[in-house]
């Protein structure tokens, strides 16, 4: 069975969270990317909109706080429930599907 790039992604992801349990290191750094253009968009709002529309410009950066905190509460949500689908989850078919995860041997 072919796996789409996506969906081998996600498959090494859950592969390491099995091997190494489920660190906030590992989310963060797989959000750089997405906070970095939140935070860019929430310094242009509060360089560009603040000094004339106080209002919509703290609106703006209200949205972005609640995107990374939406964020931390799904890795919070996903911790929780992780030893439940790291026991059910068919690892053998995992390592068939992308190969076994790589180690540092």
């Avoid at 992801?13 to 489920?22: D, F, I, S, T």
């Avoid at 429930?81 to 068919?90: E, G, Q």
């Amino acid at each position: 069975m072919n796996v789409d790039d996506q969906t081998h992604r996600v498959l090494r992801a859950y592969q390491k969270r099995h091997l190494l349990g489920m660190r906030f290191t590992d989310f963060a750094l797989l959000m750089v990317r997405p906070w970095t253009v939140l935070g860019l968009i929430m310094l242009a709002a509060f360089a560009v909109v603040v000094p004339r529309l106080p209002e919509a410009g703290y609106f703006a950066i209200g949205i972005g706080v609640g995107g990374v905190l939406r964020d931390i509460g799904y890795f919070r949500r996903s911790k929780r429930i992780w030893s439940v689908v790291d026991a059910i989850t068919d690892w053998q078919k995992v390592d068939e599907l992308v190969g076994p995860y790589p180690t540092a041997e």
